[in-house]
């Protein structure tokens, strides 16, 4: 029994390593091979999840019985190619879910994001965000054609799973913090490695882009955490409710995050630091509070192992390690 991991970008090779270490059998499926360090031995099939009869002969092929679909554009890419991102999120995701019902395959993780939630800041109130918020659908509509993605596959996930008793979870991810190729594909990857970059360079860090700063607060969470939840998800025996935040359930701002980071390089400033009135990435109202983690612990028995702190310290000692390797682009 296989499971398929699509998308072998920054999560779904911690997600494929981590069930490889559990001992099960996986296929990761990208459009790109990526670099053979980074896939470090890791089975993979070059597969566009926008091309149905591809998906459909590689889950054939394979003997696929799961699926974590983490295949996507992220924000960056999409603001480039809207179109394009439509096209792989939303029919990338209504791909994979309807392979699970035409093969009845079993459990299928959709990776989804904290964006969904972020138009409705402004109204929610100073306490935990659970999932079930209210939202007002159009003064409070999803802000970024990203979120209007992810908020359609949330949608697609839960209407397969009612009309046509498909096995699908939801992963409702905060921002992630990771290292690899792709790191910088997202914004808070961005982020951290404007902040990290500048730090090993002994220079000053300066963000081009507002939209990597944020005012107030914001969740992140650890890429290995991610992964975990993708695999907790996978085995969870009833997740009643379908959709989950994921996170720490802990906030911080960026001047928060900064302190973290000058412990490894004390003399890191920011060059014109103006930090926006609105919040992360770009969308106009500041987080209210962090998600409401509780349904994640108790239906997939998940909880998120490393702090802010702790990711800090593992994304400065890699990148340590990396520049002692001397690798290129480190
Ligand atoms: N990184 C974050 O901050 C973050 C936050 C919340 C949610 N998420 C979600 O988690 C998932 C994984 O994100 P990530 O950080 O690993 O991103 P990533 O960019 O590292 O990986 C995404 C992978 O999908 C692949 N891909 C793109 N189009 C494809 C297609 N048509 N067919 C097959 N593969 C395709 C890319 O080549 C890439 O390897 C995504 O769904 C993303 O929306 C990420």
């Given at each position: ?15 494929a390593r981590q069930l490889v270490e559990q001992g099960e059998r996986v296929l990761l499926a990208d459009v790109r091979r990526p670099p053979p360090r980074e896939l470090d031995g890791l089975p993979l099939e070059l597969c566009d999840v926008t091309d149905w009869e ?277």
């Amino acid at each position: 029994m296989t499971t398929l991991v699509t998308g072998a970008g920054l999560l779904g090779r911690l997600i494929a390593r981590q069930l490889v270490e559990q001992g099960e059998r996986v296929l990761l499926a990208d459009v790109r091979r990526p670099p053979p360090r980074e896939l470090d031995g890791l089975p993979l099939e070059l597969c566009d999840v926008t091309d149905w009869e591809g998906l459909c002969g590689l889950i054939k092929r394979n003997g696929v019985r799961s699926i974590a679909h983490t295949a996507a554009m992220l924000t960056p890419a999409i603001h480039r190619d809207p179109l394009a991102g439509v096209r792989v999120n939303v029919m990338g995701t209504a791909h994979v879910l309807e392979a699970a019902r035409r093969f009845e395959l079993g459990r299928v993780v959709i990776a989804s994001s904290t964006t969904v939630m972020y138009s409705a800041f402004s109204s929610l109130p100073f306490e935990p965000i659970g999932e079930d918020f209210t939202y007002r659908i159009v003064s409070e509509r999803p802000g970024s054609i990203y979120a209007v993605t992810k908020v359609a596959g949330e949608h697609l996930a839960l209407a397969y799973a009612q009309l046509h008793g498909v096995d699908a979870v939801v992963l409702r991810i905060g921002a992630v913090l990771g290292v690899g190729a792709e790191a910088a594909s997202s914004v808070p990857g961005q982020m951290i490695e404007c902040l990290l970059q500048a730090g090993r360079a002994g220079k000053p860090a300066r963000f081009e882009n507002p939209n990597l700063l944020w005012g107030g607060q914001e969740e992140f969470v650890d890429a290995r955490d991610c992964a975990a939840a993708h695999v907790a998800a996978l085995h969870a025996k009833a997740p009643m409710q379908r959709i989950y935040n994921i996170g720490t359930g802990r906030a911080h701002t960026f001047e928060e995050l900064l302190e973290m980071v000058r412990r490894h390089y004390p003399k890191l400033g920011v060059v014109d630091l103006q930090l926006p009135a609105g919040g992360f990435s770009g969308f106009p109202h500041q987080r209210p509070a962090a998600s409401d983690v509780s349904a994640a612990r108790r239906e997939l028995q998940f909880r998120a192992a490393y702090s802010l702190q702790d990711t800090i310290e593992h994304l400065a000692a890699i990148q340590g390690h990396r520049d002692q390797e001397g690798e290129p682009g480190a």
